[in-house]
């Protein structure tokens, strides 16, 4: 079979994944979290982390959410709108260094945040759609990764980027910390080995390849015989709805990247 030349560069979906904070082992819903005021003390105590791979929130019960980071206080006469940080750029290790112990940055995960104008007597105010700062869109653009300018796109990026099947347990029941065990449980029996195609993955990075599928489509029937381990391309042809589901977003994109890693050099 002639190999065919990939429509796009693939190189680059990985970047956008991590870009997204994807990681399908350990997907988390998104959900909007009460906006924290940053203070070189949360940074040093692990509360916020600032990594290459973005900026993010450890909730008490030890789960990290990205999100970004924007100056609390601000002259929103004067200047307009604050910036926001989505890494570890040239303003956010500045302060760093600075080491101000005055809650100097604010961290959220939402489309609307509150910033405090000083141009209005301190005054709380609500404003959405942050322009990125220009060091942040830099390091972006050096990732090859230039997916959001401004923090309604970033927001929306961070809800697209989880797997539809965890949203589901989560919005309706709740369910994601038990779901995501019995689904480790599983693809951990079956040794991350596909059920359709036999396809096996040994390297654990790519766990996430591997599903745990619903056979009869009620994702609260967690029973081992309603249950399949699937790599993510037979997954994504179990019926109508699946296609529909792998066609686009984040889970588009790691099956691209899946056949492009896995069945590329598939000779027939
Ligand atoms: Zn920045
Ligand atoms: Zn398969
Ligand atoms: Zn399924």
Redesign the pocket.
Same mark, same amino acid.
Request: glycine share 6%; with cysteine.
């Given at each position: 079979m002639e190999k065919e030349k990939p429509i796009y560069k693939f190189s680059k979906s990985k970047n956008v994944l991590k870009e997204l904070g994807y990681q399908v082992e350990k997907a988390e819903a998104y959900r909007p979290i009460k906006p924290v005021d940053v203070s070189i003390e949360n940074i040093k105590d692990g509360t916020i982390e600032i990594t290459d791979d973005g900026i993010f929130f450890k909730t008490s019960d030890g789960q990290k959410h990205k999100g970004f980071m924007y100056k609390r206080e601000y002259y929103l006469a004067r200047y307009g709108k604050p910036r926001f940080h989505t890494r570890s750029c040239k303003i956010i290790q500045e302060f760093k260094v600075r080491g101000s112990f005055a809650a100097e940055y604010r961290w959220s995960n939402d489309g609307k945040v509150q910033v405090c104008d000083m141009d209005d007597n301190f005054i709380d105010k609500t404003v959405d759609i942050l322009p990125l700062c220009q060091y942040c869109a830099e390091i972006q653009r050096s990732g090859q990764s230039d997916i959001y300018k401004d923090s309604e796109e970033f927001v929306n990026e961070l809800k697209k980027a989880i797997p539809q099947e965890t949203v589901t347990n989560v919005d309706v029941l709740g369910y994601t910390k038990e779901w995501q065990d019995i689904s480790k449980h599983y693809r951990e029996k079956h040794k991350y080995t !596909?059920e359709? !195609?036999?396809?096996h993955i040994t390297n654990s990075f790519d766990y996430g390849y591997i599903h745990c599928h619903h056979r009869n489509g009620n994702k609260t029937d967690n029973r081992d015989e309603n249950l399949e381990c699937? !790599?993510i391309? !037979?997954h994504s042809n179990v019926d109508k709805s699946h296609e529909n589901r792998f066609s686009k977003g984040a889970n588009g994109i790691c099956l691209q990247d899946f056949i492009k890693k896995y069945r590329g050099n598939k000779t027939l």
């Amino acid at each position: 079979m002639e190999k065919e030349k990939p429509i796009y560069k693939f190189s680059k979906s990985k970047n956008v994944l991590k870009e997204l904070g994807y990681q399908v082992e350990k997907a988390e819903a998104y959900r909007p979290i009460k906006p924290v005021d940053v203070s070189i003390e949360n940074i040093k105590d692990g509360t916020i982390e600032i990594t290459d791979d973005g900026i993010f929130f450890k909730t008490s019960d030890g789960q990290k959410h990205k999100g970004f980071m924007y100056k609390r206080e601000y002259y929103l006469a004067r200047y307009g709108k604050p910036r926001f940080h989505t890494r570890s750029c040239k303003i956010i290790q500045e302060f760093k260094v600075r080491g101000s112990f005055a809650a100097e940055y604010r961290w959220s995960n939402d489309g609307k945040v509150q910033v405090c104008d000083m141009d209005d007597n301190f005054i709380d105010k609500t404003v959405d759609i942050l322009p990125l700062c220009q060091y942040c869109a830099e390091i972006q653009r050096s990732g090859q990764s230039d997916i959001y300018k401004d923090s309604e796109e970033f927001v929306n990026e961070l809800k697209k980027a989880i797997p539809q099947e965890t949203v589901t347990n989560v919005d309706v029941l709740g369910y994601t910390k038990e779901w995501q065990d019995i689904s480790k449980h599983y693809r951990e029996k079956h040794k991350y080995t !596909c059920e359709r !195609c036999g396809i096996h993955i040994t390297n654990s990075f790519d766990y996430g390849y591997i599903h745990c599928h619903h056979r009869n489509g009620n994702k609260t029937d967690n029973r081992d015989e309603n249950l399949e381990c699937l !790599c993510i391309e !037979c997954h994504s042809n179990v019926d109508k709805s699946h296609e529909n589901r792998f066609s686009k977003g984040a889970n588009g994109i790691c099956l691209q990247d899946f056949i492009k890693k896995y069945r590329g050099n598939k000779t027939l």
